[in-house]
């Protein structure tokens, strides 16, 4: 049990010293000051407390990766267990240690058989840093230097570093630095806002053939990869049409093109699945992981490589220049073996599959099947998308959905539940061990932050 934290200061104080040193991730950092921050202090399951005391159930696991939930003593046990065994050494000059090679043993018993090798890194960010430098080499091994463009989706998020950024398709974050030469963008499978009068069906198909034809605009030969979340995560947690990605497989298959899934958010048993393209049911030659990995208790990410791939950098390739000094951390290691182990041996995964992901989908159809602000629920596992809409016979969205979505946010962190606003879309995703009454209420907290917002937009 995590005890109870008596602080020792004010929140001002806290509140004046964070201002005086933070810049904090996408906001107005002034408007932040003059507000204040909320002051989190301690964590236990799926609960959170800030500094006035206050609880509140966290439905979004974080940022999407505390798939243990908070105050776990087996990982903080194995933690510091390997910080006195050896705190750190890494991966360079021909030299290795026990916990990177047993998670990684652990890992790979995981995943699909056609997998066999990663390179550790710190963050999902990095994870995807590292997924544009491997796979142009690989094309360099194969002699085929020129295979050097990545293709990635409008709206999709990478991470935040410079190539990251570029990968992803936010353009606010192009425009403030975040381009590099050499990515090009397709739409996203974004239906219930962008599929018109066609089926989904119809349109998942649609925005996979523009994949084809961005190929060929740009020469096969001159592209190296395509870089996709199987569902989209920060982008509204947007899951595609059933017929999109066999026709991307498909495509990336006839012309040579390397088939990258960002796993950052859909790994780690998210969806049911160990990792989200299981789910899908497509054959990706790399997997960006982070997150879930360490459930959020010490940084730690990676790019899994196919053993084709793998087969060429080793046997082909002779040198790679590469490396991170973290790259297989022995404490975030032994943390990460750790928290696999649990989600195996405890059969987390296989409940939310079988038993709290569809009693969650259950409960949200019961709830907002029918509600007048909910246009649509998308999600599987424990992994969940409300939609705004003002008109559901047209799929209008409100012009300020966004302003919506955000006092959503607000009225549920006043009711005391975490969940997440995009662009007019309210997310869920809670700790894969959450039990049915922590999911009953979840749901029931929304609904009081929902029901608030619907009267706001004149719905209810
Ligand atoms: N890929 C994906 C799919 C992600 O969701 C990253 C890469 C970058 O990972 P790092 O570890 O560098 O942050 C992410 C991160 C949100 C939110 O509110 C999502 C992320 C990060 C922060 C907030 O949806 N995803």
């Known amino acids: 049990m995590n005890l109870p934290f008596e602080p020792q200061r004010q929140t001002q104080d806290y509140q004046a010293s964070d201002a005086a040193h933070h810049i ?8 932040l000051n003059a507000e204040g921050p909320r002051v989190m202090v301690r964590g236990e399951g799926l ?10 159930l966290d439905g979004m696991s974080g940022l999407w990766c505390t798939q243990l939930g908070y105050g776990r003593k087996d990982l903080t046990a194995a933690a510091a267990a390997q910080m006195d065994q050896l705190a750190y050494y890494n991966m360079f000059f021909h030299t290795t240690h026990p916990a990177v090679i047993e998670l990684s043993e652990l890992l790979f018993s995981l995943l699909p058989g056609h997998y066999s090798h990663v390179i550790y890194t710190n963050s999902g960010s990095e994870a995807n840093e590292v997924l544009i430098r491997t796979v142009r080499r690989y094309w360099q091994v194969l002699g085929k230097p020129e295979k050097k463009i990545m293709i990635g989706r409008w709206n999709g998020y990478h991470g935040s570093t410079l190539a990251a950024s570029a990968l992803g398709g936010m353009k606010f974050m192009h425009e ?10 397709i739409d996203e499978p974004y239906w219930y806002a962008q599929g018109g009068d066609l089926t989904p069906a119809e349109f998942g198909r649609r925005c996979a053939l523009q994949l084809e034809e961005k190929i060929l605009e740009l020469g096969a030969q001159n592209v190296a990869g395509f870089i996709a979340e199987p569902f989209q995560g920060a982008g509204g947690m947007i899951f595609p049409p059933e017929s999109y990605w066999p026709e991307i497989q498909r495509i990336c298959r006839q ?5 990258c899934a960002d796993e950052v958010i859909g790994g780690f048993g998210r969806t049911g699945e160990w990792f989200a393209h299981q789910y899908f049911g497509f054959e990706p030659d790399t997997l960006s992981i982070a997150k879930g990995l360490t459930s959020g208790y010490l940084p730690m990410g990676g790019l899994v490589l196919s053993k084709r791939m793998a087969e060429a950098l080793v046997e082909r390739g002779g040198v ?3 490396g991170l000094t973290y790259s297989g951390h022995p404490v975030a290691a032994a943390v990460a073996l750790a928290n696999l182990k649990a989600l195996r041996d405890e059969g987390i995964v296989r409940q939310v599959k079988d038993d709290t992901g569809p009693y969650l989908h259950k409960l949200l159809h019961e709830v907002f099947g029918n509600h007048p602000l909910i246009g649509e629920i998308q999600g599987t596992g424990l992994l969940a998308a409300l939609q705004f809409v003002e008109d559901k016979g047209t799929r ?12 959503c946010r607000t009225f549920g962190f006043e009711e005391g539940v975490i969940i997440r606003s995009t662009l007019g879309r309210m997310i869920m995703a809670p700790a894969l061990v959450a039990s049915r009454a922590e999911l009953d209420e979840l749901v029931d907290k929304t609904r009081i932050a929902v029901d608030r917002t619907a009267r706001m937009a004149g719905k209810l």
């Open 320 to 322: 790679f220049a590469h």
């Open 24 to 31: 904090h991730a996408f906001v107005d950092q002034k408007a």
């Open 255 to 259: 012309y040579d093109v390397l088939l």
């Open 396 to 407: 209008k969205r409100f012009a300020n959905e966004n302003d919506l979505a955000w006092q």
């Open 176 to 185: 403030m630095g975040g381009l590099i030469p050499d990515v090009a963008h």
């Open 47 to 56: 609960y959170l407390w800030d500094s006035e005391g206050k609880r509140y």
